[in-house]
């Protein structure tokens, strides 16, 4: 079992901390926190109210947790990563699936879906992913030791941005993971709502178990599956303004609609896992998702590789 990295293992630094919204946009931005922080110097820990809609809902939402400079900050590295100003991993760059099909004509951001594991290859994703904002509640349902696997960013743009159907998040982890405990982090770039596809839950769908989930038909994103017997009518949408984070069980049943408003939707997710799961056998050595480091102790033996430091761009990405 391997501790925390110390300096010289990864460069980070420690930003300002604030409680209070007001004060978000003074953080540092795009430097990674602090987090070597002890149960006693937790600042942004569950309270009894969120803990109650965790276990009975199967999530629940913060507020003002990020100020606007900090996401525009993350934003605008996404848009110069579509864009090919800044170089990455073309592998992980997804066009909207009605683009990609030849359905509909968009350049640029207008054309993007998403980033999956942005954090693995920004610096500035995966300080946001260790951020104590974020990470400190995830203590309290998961424990002090945590990885983070699956980060993307998502655009939804206007008119054309595709909403995902009913899922469960573990069906997909089930896959890879031998683990009970995940968390998943929805963070509002911009507004979300129902006019440009905000997320829908159903509460307490987290207590049923993992559903199996199908193939779509049509111009869908590679990764849309629908989980089996989910019903509309038992959703309830999510409506949240920017800066909002919703934190959410795993198995918890989500989805969200169409974009038809002239407005991005644009969110970054990141997951989290206990670093005391255990990584299911793979068959093939480049399939393998990177996990990443968060908080507290590795349990290396199980769970390797798991990175400290965002990887380098491929070089043939670089040319």
């Not at 699936?97 to 995966?126: Q, W």
Request: glycine letters at 6%; aromatic letters at 10%.
């Amino acid at each position: 079992m391997a501790g925390p990295p110390n300096s010289s293992q990864m460069s980070t630094h420690a930003g300002e901390k604030s409680t209070s919204s007001q004060r978000n946009d003074r953080l540092l931005i795009g430097e990674l926190m602090d987090t070597d922080t002890t149960t006693e110097e937790r600042k942004f820990k569950l309270t009894s109210e969120e803990r109650t809609s965790w276990d009975e809902n199967g999530y629940f939402i913060r507020y003002d947790v990020f100020g606007k400079k900090e996401n525009d900050f993350l934003a605008q590295i996404a848009d110069d990563i579509a864009t090919g100003k800044r170089p990455f991993r073309a592998q992980n760059i997804h066009k909207n699936a009605l683009v990609r099909d030849g359905k509909t004509t968009a350049s640029g951001t207008h054309a993007m879906h998403c980033i999956h594991h942005i954090n693995n290859y920004s610096p500035e994703f995966l300080a946001r992913t260790r951020d104590p904002r974020l990470t400190d509640p995830v203590v309290d349902l998961i424990g002090p030791n945590i990885l983070g696997l699956n980060n993307l960013y998502i655009w939804k743009p206007p008119k054309i941005g595709l909403g995902f159907p009913w899922h469960q998040d573990r069906w997909y982890f089930n896959r890879q993971y031998k683990t009970n405990k995940t968390v998943g982090t929805w963070t509002a770039i911009d507004a979300a709502d129902l006019e440009n596809g905000c997320l829908y839950v159903i509460p307490g769908s987290h207590k049923d178990g993992v559903l199996d989930h199908e193939d779509l038909e049509g111009s869908q994103q590679n990764e849309f599956k629908s989980a089996r017997g989910a019903k509309d009518e038992d959703g309830v949408a999510v409506e949240v303004p920017p800066g909002s984070v919703i934190f959410f069980d795993n198995r918890l049943l989500h989805k969200s609609t169409n974009n038809h408003s002239g407005r991005f939707r644009r969110c970054s997710v990141a997951h989290y896992i206990s670093a005391d799961s255990e990584r299911l056998p793979y068959k093939n050595i480049n399939h393998i998702k990177p996990v990443m480091w968060v908080r507290g102790d590795t349990y290396s033996e199980k769970m390797e590789p798991v990175y400290r430091d965002a990887l380098p761009i491929p070089k043939e990405q670089e040319d």
